[in-house]
């Protein structure tokens, strides 16, 4: 079996699965492609991938030989166009939202699984996207804000007093809220 590694649009930071995480795969047998560059903004260069076992390899080659690709945003029809006989795609793809590119990728007999729609369950949690991913983004949202405000965030309290804490009101749901 082979899992291949796509590169996301230039406005995305992240990359669908990280070095380490890709050499347990490779111990169970499995070949990873990655293309060239995927992990770049991710902190994961070309050089950390293959020296965890995984080949860093042109587009159309991941495409082309891989029996799951892994994206976080869904490829390109031109992508699509390449892809292996049989090949299933993984990422965040937000079918509710995506309705009609479900509908269609459904004609084309692409076999999809989006992460995004993973139950939100105890026996589920260690492949919940959306948690994760909102506990990554209510923390950045923290950090943004702190960096905006005209004061700043004080955080302690020591023997020689401590600052007013800044006064904010936070707007969420769920774990970023």
């Given at each position: 079996?082979?899992?291949?590694?796509?590169?996301?649009?230039?406005?995305?930071?992240?990359?669908?699965?990280?070095?380490?995480?890709?050499?347990?795969?490779i111990k169970q047998k499995i070949t990873v492609l990655v293309e060239t560059n995927a992990?770049?903004?991710?902190?994961?260069?070309?050089?950390?991938?293959?020296?965890?076992?995984?080949?860093?390899?042109?587009?159309?080659?991941?495409?082309?030989?891989?029996?799951?690709?892994?994206?976080?945003?869904?490829?390109?029809?031109?992508?699509?166009?390449?892809?292996?006989?049989?090949?299933?795609?993984?990422?965040?793809?937000?079918?509710?939202?995506?309705?009609?590119?479900?509908?269609?990728?459904?004609?084309?007999?692409?076999?999809?699984?989006?992460?995004?729609?993973?139950?939100?369950?105890?026996?589920?949690?260690?492949?919940?996207?959306?948690?994760?991913?909102?506990?990554?983004?209510?923390?950045?949202?923290?950090?943004?804000?702190?960096?905006?405000?005209?004061?700043?965030?004080?955080?302690?309290?020591?023997?020689?007093?401590?600052?007013?804490?800044?006064?904010?009101?936070?707007?969420?749901?769920?774990?970023?809220?």
């Amino acid at each position: 079996m082979t899992i291949g590694i796509l590169c996301e649009p230039p406005d995305e930071r992240r990359v669908s699965l990280l070095p380490d995480q890709a050499q347990s795969l490779i111990k169970q047998k499995i070949t990873v492609l990655v293309e060239t560059n995927a992990g770049a903004l991710s902190f994961a260069n070309d050089d950390f991938y293959t020296a965890k076992g995984v080949k860093a390899t042109l587009r159309k080659d991941v495409l082309g030989v891989s029996d799951i690709i892994l994206s976080i945003h869904a490829p390109s029809e031109e992508d699509l166009a390449l892809l292996k006989t049989n090949a299933i795609l993984m990422g965040v793809y937000q079918p509710l939202f995506n309705f009609m590119l479900m509908q269609q990728w459904a004609s084309q007999n692409i076999t999809t699984f989006s992460l995004d729609m993973m139950p939100r369950t105890t026996r589920a949690q260690a492949m919940d996207v959306l948690s994760s991913q909102a506990n990554i983004a209510g923390y950045k949202a923290v950090l943004l804000a702190a960096s905006l405000y005209p004061k700043y965030f004080p955080m302690f309290m020591t023997a020689a007093g401590s600052v007013t804490p800044a006064k904010v009101l936070i707007l969420g749901a769920g774990v970023a809220g």
